[in-house]
């Protein structure tokens, strides 16, 4: 079983950052990847970014050039750096890994931006 905690949500205003955190309970190997979704309200999950364990990365268009993701070196933290946010970023960010064909989800953390 894999464990996931989030942190780094919040308030800010439009054209501010937050930098989301994720740590996984297990080290994600070359073959799996760890990332993020989110969800605003009335609307399906959506893929915001994805990272594999050999570092190959991956961004929804609506966020490409202003969200950076990255892990650390033991591949078992991931994070979501958030530059030049908008009121339509305002969403529970999900953190997600898939580790040997499973999938696993943290409980989410509120990004809320102001315009």
């Known amino acids: 079983q894999v464990q996931l905690v989030e942190s780094g949500g919040g308030l800010v205003q439009s054209g501010g950052s937050l930098r989301l955190s994720c740590a996984a309970s297990?080290?994600?190997?070359?073959?799996?990847?760890m990332g993020w979704y989110r969800q605003a309200p009335g609307k399906q999950r959506e893929l915001v970014a994805t990272v594999t364990g050999t570092g190959r990365t991956s961004y929804a268009d609506s966020v490409l050039g202003r969200f950076t993701i990255s892990n650390v070196n033991d591949k078992s933290t991931v994070y979501l750096q958030m530059n030049s946010l908008k009121p339509e970023d305002t969403a529970k960010y999900y953190c997600?890994?898939?580790?040997?064909?499973?999938?696993?989800w943290g409980q989410g953390t509120q990004v809320t931006v102001s315009s």
């Open positions: 997600y890994a898939m580790r040997f064909g499973t999938d696993y």
């Open positions: 297990v080290t994600i190997f070359s073959s799996n990847k």
